[in-house]
């Protein structure tokens, strides 16, 4: 797979976007590359974006080993090759066990979570697959995380369906030419596999 956009060069960008990209090389891990690549090619674009990031990785109510694995579960429901590799290693340090990450990478139920973390899986696959949360689950939500992390998570999944969204469409691979982590499977099967 080739990616689609030639890497943007700091050096290369308008004297007016630096300060942009000098605040995306305070916090990516993958400097200038990722998604940033593609964002920086619409700035004003990639300045909102890059503020809303800042907000649901950084400053959400949701604690942070859920929100690294709400983002895992949109990269897995999307190929995401990417984005499952760039927050792979961000969720295991944050305390996402690894058997949680194998079954899931592997397009499986994670067998191992932790009551939160059901939680979060059910009402991630429910919202992403099925475009809805049902009134029992949105309570439960509710009632353990509070309306704030709800919404918080909400806006989570729709966003990194968007990166990956973004990713994808410019193929985006792994630096160093590195293994892709996921096998790439069709919506339908994944669909199947994730909802059972």
């Not at 674009?45 to 859920?66: H, P, Q």
Request: glycine content about 4%; proline content about 5%; hydrophobic content about 45%.
């Amino acid at each position: 797979m080739t990616e689609r956009l030639a890497q943007i060069r700091y050096d290369e960008l308008p004297p007016e976007v630096r300060p942009l990209a000098d605040d995306i090389l305070k916090v990516s891990s993958a400097a200038l590359g990722g998604p940033y690549n593609a964002l920086l090619r619409s700035p004003d674009m990639a300045r909102r974006a890059f503020d809303f990031l800042d907000y649901l990785r950084f400053k959400t109510s949701v604690n942070k080993r859920l929100n690294e694995f709400a983002i895992l579960i949109q990269a897995r429901i999307s190929n995401a090759q990417y984005e499952w590799w760039a927050h792979e290693t961000i969720a295991r340090k944050a305390g996402l066990s690894d058997a949680v990450m194998r079954d899931l990478q592997a397009c499986r139920r994670p067998t191992s979570m932790q009551e939160d973390e059901r939680l979060v899986y059910d009402f991630c696959i429910q919202l992403s697959l099925n475009h809805r949360v049902p009134d029992d689950l949105w309570q439960e939500a509710v009632a353990s995380m509070g309306e704030q992390a709800v919404v918080d998570l909400t806006v989570l999944s729709g966003t990194y369906v968007m990166v990956s969204m973004l990713l994808n469409a410019t193929q985006v691979g792994i630096p160093g030419g590195g293994a892709e982590p996921l096998q790439v499977l069709s919506p339908l099967d994944i669909r199947q596999r994730l909802l059972a």
